[in-house]
C-alpha cells in the first residue's frame, strides 16, 4: 500500500525513514516536519499521486532547499520559500504546474516538495530522483538518461530576492550557478527547477520511495516499541543487511570545497574487525578491514545501534554505539550515465562500483511493516 | 557639441576619456573598442541619444560587463553578451527597449553600451549614472534618488548560461547575488538592468558624459600632437586641476574582499612633498602632506607625466611619472542619498566630504579642444 496522502501522523515516521535514507546527508527533517505539521493543521492533509497515474502530458517539477543543511538549523526559513519558487518558476514560463517531484527522499528534502505543494495547492508525486540523498542537482535520475534539464530554475530567499536561471551550458553548470546563488542568499534558499512531463517522471524517477520513507519509519517506530532489533528492522525495510555493529572509534572531519568531507573508523563489539567510512556528506564508501564492502551509490546508513534512529555526519562523534546497514541502490542510479555523476570515481574513489545485490528502493513497497520472528 | 553617432574615429578618443574618467578602475577600455570597431565595420556608426530627447515614456536600461577587469583582459567574451543580456531582459518584462544608457562611462564599461545597442539594433543615450568609475551596481545616479531598482537584471556569459533577478530586497542585495553569479561564470558577465523611463533618466542621469569622454580623449590627443602639457589639458577639460606632478615611489597592493585595494605615494619632482593615495578599485582619497586633499565622490585621476595616459592601479608601479589631476563629481553624486552610497564613509573613510568648487561632468561640455595658450 502506498500513501495517498500526507496527515500529521504520517510525518514522524517519513522523518525517521528519510533520515536513514539520507545515508548521513541530506539534513535533518526534524524541523521540516515541525514546519509541515504546521501547514497540515491550516490546510489539510497534502494529497499524494502515485507516479503512474500521471498524465503523459502533464506539467512537473522538483522543489527543494538548496545550501547548507548546518545552515538550515539556525537560519529558519520565511516559510513559504518552497511556494514562492514553485509561483516563480510559473511565472517564467507561463504555465502551472500539475504535480510536484520530490528531488531528493533522503534527509530534510523529504519534507520540502509536501510543504510546497499544500501550500500552492498542487499535489506531490510519491517519486524522487534519488531514493537516497546526494548534494548536489546534477545528480538525478531526472537528469541522467532523460532530455529534461535543470535549468529553468527559479530560486528564492527568506527576504525579497529572487533569481530564475533561464537556461545553462549543463546541468553541473546550472548546479554551480546556483550554488553561488544560495550563497549568496545565506546559504539557504528554496529551489523549483528540472521541468519535466508526467512521461518524463514516469520513466525516470525513482518510485515510491515517500512510501518507502514512510514504510521504513514505520517500521523503525514499531521495532522500538517491541524491543525489536531495530537496525535489522530497518535493513529488512530496504532488502539491504545490516554489515556492522560496533563503538565509533574515530571520527576525521574537514570541511573543503563546501562539502563535510571525511571518514570514521568503527570498532566491532565481537571482535578485531573494524569498518572504516568516508564521506562527503553522504557516506560514500565503507572498507571492512580494508576491503571495500560497499560504494555510491549503494546506500550506506548508519543507525545507533539501540533505537536504530539515523546518524548523520555532522553528529557523528566517537564512543556511539551504531550499526551500519548497505542497501542496493534504485536501478535508475546504474545505468552507464547515472554512475559516471553518482559512481564511486564521480567522487574520486579509484574503485570499480560493485552492486549489491537486490533492492526495494524505486519499487512500490509492500507496506506491512516487516518485524520478523528473529528480530523480535 | 554634443555626439550623434560613434564612428570608427570616436573610439580612440572615447577610451582614453573613459580611461582617464575611470579614476584609476573601471578596466581598460582597449579591448572593448577593438570590438566595439569590429561592430561598427560590420553594422555602421552607433546612434547616440541627447537624453532630453527621450519621450519621458521611453523604456530604457542599463547594460554593461560584471566581473573582474583584471579577468577581462585573459577571458575574451564571446561577442554578443550585451546584446544576449538585453534581450533575456526584454524578454522577461515582456518589451522593448527604447535606449540603452551607460552604467559608467569611466573605463571599459564606457564601450560595452555602444556594442550592445548596435547589435540590437538599440540607440545609446548620452548619459551614464557615475560620470567616473565605481565598482558596484548600486553605486548609480539612476538608483539614489529614483523609484528606479537595479533588479530585474538579467546576465549570461560566453556560453550558454543566464540568469535573471525578477527582484531584490535591496539594490545592494541585487549587487551582492549578482556578483556571486558573475563569479560563476567565470568572473565575467553580460548585465542588462536598472530598467528605467525616458523621464527618470532625464531626472537621474549625469548627462553628456559619452560626448565628454570623446571632448577629453580628443583633447589629449590634441595635446600629445602639439607637445603641451598633456595633464594640464585635461585637467582643464574637467574643469579639474593637476594637484601634484611626481614619481611613484611606492605602491602597496592587497587583494580583499573581491577588491583591489591599496595606496600608493608619490613624491615630488620639484621639493619634498608627498601625495598619498589609497584606493579601492578607484583612487578614493589623496593627502597631501598627510592632509586631505580630495576625496570620493570627486575624481581623483592619474596620468602619465608626458603623454597624460590614464594610469590604473593594476599597473601602477614604483618610478613612473605620473600627473595627479582631481576634478568636481557630477552633482548627482553629492545629494545626502549619493554621498550614503559612494561618499567617504560609505568606503570606511573617517572624513568629512568637501566637495572641490566647479565642475563641467554632467553638463554638456563645450566640444572645442581647450589648449590654452600656457600649455602650449
Redesign the interface.
Known amino acids: 500500500m502506498t500513501l495517498s496522502q500526507v496527515t500529521l501522523d504520517d510525518i514522524r515516521p517519513i522523518g525517521i525513514g528519510a533520515g536513514i535514507l539520507g545515508t548521513g546527508g541530506g539534513g535533518n527533517p526534524y524541523l521540516g516536519g515541525l514546519h509541515l505539521a504546521a501547514v497540515i493543521r491550516e490546510k489539510g492533509p497534502q494529497p499524494i499521486i502515485d507516479p503512474f497515474a500521471l498524465a503523459d502530458d502533464a506539467l512537473c517539477c522538483v522543489v527543494g532547499s538548496i545550501g547548507a543543511p548546518t545552515v538550515s538549523i539556525e537560519k529558519l526559513p520565511e516559510g513559504t520559500e518552497m511556494q514562492r519558487a514553485l509561483r ?1 518558476l510559473e ?2 514560463i507561463g504555465k502551472r504546474f500539475d504535480a510536484v517531484a520530490i528531488a531528493e527522499i533522503g534527509g530534510a528534502n523529504s519534507m520540502q516538495p509536501l510543504i510546497g505543494g499544500l501550500q500552492a495547492g498542487i499535489p506531490t508525486v510519491d517519486s524522487d530522483s534519488m531514493g537516497r540523498a546526494y548534494p548536489e542537482i546534477q545528480m538525478s535520475s531526472f537528469l541522467f538518461d532523460t532530455s529534461a534539464t535543470a535549468a529553468p530554475l527559479a530560486m528564492v530567499d527568506a ?11 549543463s546541468d553541473k ?2 548546479e ?2 546556483a ?3 544560495a ?3 545565506g546559504a539557504r534558499a528554496g529551489l523549483a527547477g528540472t521541468i519535466m512531463s508526467g512521461a518524463q517522471v514516469k520513466a525516470a524517477g525513482v518510485h515510491y520511495t515517500l512510501s518507502l520513507a514512510h514504510h521504513l519509519g514505520s517500521a523503525v517506530i514499531a521495532a522500538q516499541r517491541h524491543k525489536a532489533d531495530v537496525p535489522a528492522v530497518a535493513a529488512d525495510a530496504l532488502d539491504g543487511a545490516v554489515i556492522f555493529r560496533g563503538k565509533i572509534s574515530d571520527v576525521a572531519r574537514r570541511t573543503t570545497k563546501g562539502f563535510a568531507r571525511g571518514g570514521l573508523s568503527i570498532d566491532s563489539f565481537h571482535n578485531r574487525d573494524r569498518l572504516e567510512i568516508e564521506f562527503q556528506n553522504e557516506f560514500l564508501i565503507a572498507y571492512l578491514n580494508g576491503e571495500v564492502a560497499a560504494t555510491t551509490p549503494d546506500l550506506i546508513c548508519i543507525v545507533t545501534e539501540e533505537e536504530g534512529e539515523p546518524v548523520t555526519t555532522e553528529v557523528l562523534r566517537y564512543g556511539t554505539r551504531v550499526a551500519v546497514i548497505t542497501a542496493p541502490a534504485p536501478p535508475q542510479l546504474k545505468s552507464a550515465n547515472a554512475l559516471k555523476v553518482v559512481g564511486p570515481a564521480a567522487f574520486g574513489y579509484k574503485v570499480a562500483y560493485t552492486p549489491l545485490p537486490g533492492g526495494v528502493i524505486g519499487h512500490a513497497p509492500q507496506m506491512q511493516v516487516k518485524i520478523s520472528r528473529e528480530n523480535l
Not at 159 to 169: G, I, Q, R, T, Y
Open positions: 516563480l511565472a517564467h527576504a525579497d530576492n529572487a533569481a530564475v536561471l533561464p537556461h545553462a551550458s553548470w546550472a554551480t550557478i550554488r553561488n546563488i550563497v549568496s542568499m
